[in-house]
């Protein structure tokens, strides 16, 4: 069908068995069941003699670590009911006998004295092999599960954030978790720089100007604790409803959406980045009688609750900041009356060049491609995903 410049997307179809209308996959559905047949006649004669020599024969050189690859090999010599047989053959050389007892059997033969070029037909060689092949399952078993203990720690934190990125992607209505994010981001602030233990003024007026956008410095002195809570709370939600007012609700709640995605995003990539450090390193935990699994899980889940904190107090940051422009509107006439100008000045251009142009005597110029060079079989350069040829340079 290539060589009858089918294109590949029509010979992909070719062998498919989804409905279609499509009259030219239907077309080429039928010429492939033609040209099928055709050549199952053309070699009729071929394979009923190799049917009447036995079949498809399959030598193997070695023997590999897993049993499944040697029995899928062993299965190319009977596909369909087919006739064949197999054969392997090993040296007491090759990795898999060196690593798993290759030498005791090697000892003994040298022992008796036997030739090295006389093949060596026993059950305790084949039994030696099949034991060395279900060790090496047994370890790569053993590696696979290590792995998912490790990967069941991510499953669970991933279903937690994908969820949330799907109600937000959904146009759910995210005010309440946003307001419910503001006073509790109050309380820990609250709680991290006035606790009983340590009084940290400055710093406190300014991460709550910082996250809040309040200014709080002469409050400080004169409210306790609890008055101060109340207070970044009040204020902060009396805020956040102004901003509202003055955006209008449908476009701030869709701002809400965007700035808790781009948030989540961010911080869940940067996780990711942290997770796979820890991961690398959290082996190490065993040479101090931990197991390595369960530090990953403990420690896996304080990076992530660390995140979540981070994603609450980012959005409520960004919320709170958030400003209405009047600009907007004068700029955009500024584009409007700029773009008019343009079009008076480029007929102007126009003119004038024409002019010059009849003037100008006229020459053959070269002309230049600054562009890169796009081979037949690199990717179109419209994004299509399509080789070049397949595409624009059709």
Not at 63 to 78: T, Y
Request: overall charge negative; glycine content about 6%.
């Amino acid at each position: 069908m290539r060589k009858r410049q089918v294109p590949e997307e029509l010979i992909e179809q070719a062998t498919a068995f989804n409905e279609t209308e499509d009259e030219a996959i239907l077309q080429a559905r039928k010429d492939f069941k033609e040209l099928k047949a055709k050549y199952d006649e053309t070699i009729k004669e071929e394979k009923k003699k190799v049917e009447e020599a036995g079949g498809l024969k399959i030598i193997g050189t070695e023997r590999h670590e897993s049993r499944r690859i040697d029995n899928q090999l062993r299965g190319r010599s009977g596909r369909q009911g087919d006739n064949g047989e197999s054969r392997f053959y090993i040296g007491l050389d090759d990795d898999l006998m060196k690593i798993f007892g290759g030498d005791m059997i090697t000892s003994v033969y040298d022992t008796l004295g036997a030739d090295e070029n006389i093949p060596i037909q026993s059950k305790m060689i084949s039994n030696a092999v099949e034991r060395a092949q279900k060790r090496v399952e047994g370890r790569n078993f053993s590696i696979r599960k290590n792995v998912l203990q490790y990967d069941d720690v991510m499953n669970v934190q991933r279903e937690i954030i994908y969820k949330q990125r799907r109600e937000v992607l959904d146009g759910k209505n995210i005010k309440d978790s946003i307001l419910s994010d503001i006073e509790s981001s109050a309380d820990e602030v609250v709680e991290l720089y006035l606790s009983d233990h340590t009084v940290n003024k400055e710093a406190f007026v300014q991460e709550v100007n910082n996250i809040f956008a309040i200014n709080i410095a002469d409050k400080v002195n004169n409210l306790n604790k609890e008055e101060i809570k109340d207070y970044i709370k009040k204020t902060a939600l009396s805020n956040y409803e102004e901003k509202e007012k003055a955006i209008g609700s449908e476009t701030f709640r869709e701002i809400e959406r965007v700035v808790m995605l781009k948030v989540v995003d961010q911080k869940w990539m940067d996780h990711i980045d942290a997770m796979d450090e820890l991961k690398n390193g959290i082996g190490l935990r065993a040479y101090g009688q931990k197991n390595p699994v369960d530090q990953y899980r403990v420690e896996g889940f304080d990076m992530f609750d660390e995140m979540v904190a981070n994603i609450k107090l980012d959005v409520v940051k960004l919320m709170l900041h958030l400003e209405k422009r009047e600009e907007a509107v004068r700029r955009e006439q500024t584009v409007q009356i700029t773009k008019a100008a343009q079009e008076n000045l480029n007929s102007i251009n126009v003119e004038s060049s024409t002019k010059k142009e009849e003037q100008a005597p006229k020459t053959n110029t070269t002309v230049v491609n600054n562009g890169p060079k796009v081979g037949r079989n690199d990717p179109c350069p419209c994004g299509s995903g399509k080789k070049y040829k397949n595409c624009c340079g059709k």
